[in-house]
């Protein structure tokens, strides 16, 4: 199925933004203009934030306030800034801390309104990553677009909170915080130009003023490196790896097989049995196609992925924060459809049993969870 206008443009821009940081082409340089003017708003907005990071660092112990950390990322298009969250929200809440997340609800009904998202919520009131967020760590998270508001509200709701961690938020001027983690995937910084004519939300220059790099390796086992990677400098920088734990069924995935829609004609449960979860390696020994659908920023990692492990892959990209519509769903011929669990969230209510969704976890450096730790009980 041809990619949809949106997903296509996201496509021809993210092959911009990730060529060579040599290579020149029309795009860039009509862009480069426009580029300018981001750097000028991002000089401005950096050097605000800057400020009242201070300001708030210098007053943090006094105001016995919750420590607020961004986990976000200078490059557009994803960097695994999700998974990063949901696995330094289990780190620290290991350790004793109260952890409480902070999302902008991408594809919300009204971003604007900070929204308590609970596990029960519908996806088109929250949005995806925000519903996810909620599903993954059992922890009380609060969406909005404003974030100062979301804090705000996250705040009144629980009190006695440690840590308030910020999925994405970087270039908020008035979301306050008390530490900064860019998060870069192996894509690197691609053209290292600005947006619109490379991926980058703010001058690299900026990274003196935050407060760590992660390096989001991806797929690689733990001490393998990314290879020609073009990875940022700083004077702090930690590694962080996924792992892929196992395949489900949807319906387990979901937890309720009572809701949603008939099965779509020729879909067929008895290829893959709901219990127990299997692996990748399990699935490709079976010599099947599958078709693996993909609504997010990068969703090439994921298929790339796939193939890693012998799967022959048939991809669909709707586009980051988009869902295939039932109809569309129909027409896919594969025994079985591999989902992320960003994706998933869109599709729970459906009872189509091909179905599946691929269960990943982040696992960063240890040292990571030290260094916070040490930052928030200081």
């Known amino acids: 199925m041809p990619a949809s206008f ?3 443009l996201e496509g021809w821009l993210l092959r911009q933004w990730f060529a060579a940081p040599d290579r020149r082409s029309w ?6 203009l426009p580029a300018r003017v981001t750097a000028h708003v991002a000089g401005r907005r950096r050097a605000e934030i800057v400020a009242n990071k201070r300001l708030l660092n ?5 105001n016995k306030e919750p420590i607020t950390i961004i986990v976000g990322n200078l490059v557009a298009g994803g960097g695994g800034k999700t998974p990063l969250t949901l696995a330094l929200a289990e780190s620290l809440g290991g350790r004793g801390l109260s952890v409480g997340i902070v999302c902008r609800g991408h594809g919300s009904a009204d971003p604007l ?3 308590v998202v609970t596990g029960q919520a519908a996806v088109e009131q929250v949005g995806d990553e925000a ?26 709701t629980v009190p006695g909170l440690d840590v308030i961690l910020s999925d994405d938020g970087l270039t908020h001027r008035s979301l306050a915080r008390h ?7 192996r894509r690197g910084t691609g053209n290292g130009r ?12 900026h990274l003196a003023t935050m407060d760590a790099v992660v390096r989001n390796h991806g797929w690689l086992a733990p001490g393998q490196t990314s290879g020609q990677t073009r990875w940022p400098a700083h004077p702090r920088v930690f590694d962080s790896h996924l792992v892929v734990r196992d395949v489900i069924s949807l319906a387990d995935w979901a937890g309720d097989t009572t809701v949603g829609h008939e099965s779509p004609p020729g879909a067929n449960p008895a290829i893959l049995p709901t219990e127990p979860p299997v692996s990748l390696q399990t699935l490709a020994a079976r010599g099947r196609p599958v078709a693996a659908i993909a609504g997010i920023a990068h969703p090439e990692g994921f298929f790339d992925l796939l193939r890693q492990h012998g799967l022959t892959v048939e991809p669909y990209r709707p586009g980051d924060h988009r869902a295939m519509s039932p109809p569309d769903l129909q027409t896919i011929g594969t025994p079985v459809i591999l989902l992320t669990e960003k994706d998933a969230v869109k599709y729970r209510h459906l009872r189509d049993p091909r179905l599946h969704v691929l269960r990943i976890a982040a696992r960063p450096q ?13």
């Open 179 to 185: 530490v900064e983690l860019a998060v870069f995937d």
């Open 366 to 378: 240890v040292a990571l969870t030290d260094w916070l730790e040490k930052e928030i009980r200081g």
């Open 131 to 156: 519903l996810l967020l909620a599903l993954a760590s059992g922890l009380p998270v609060v969406a909005g677009r404003a974030r100062a508001p979301a804090v705000a509200l996250l705040k009144a």
């Open 6 to 8: 949106p997903a296509a």
């Open 58 to 62: 210098a007053n943090r112990i006094k």
């Open 194 to 205: 600005l947006l619109p004519a490379g991926p980058l939300r703010e001058p690299l220059a």
């Open 113 to 115: 309104q900070a929204t």
């Open 27 to 32: 795009f860039t340089l009509l862009a480069g």
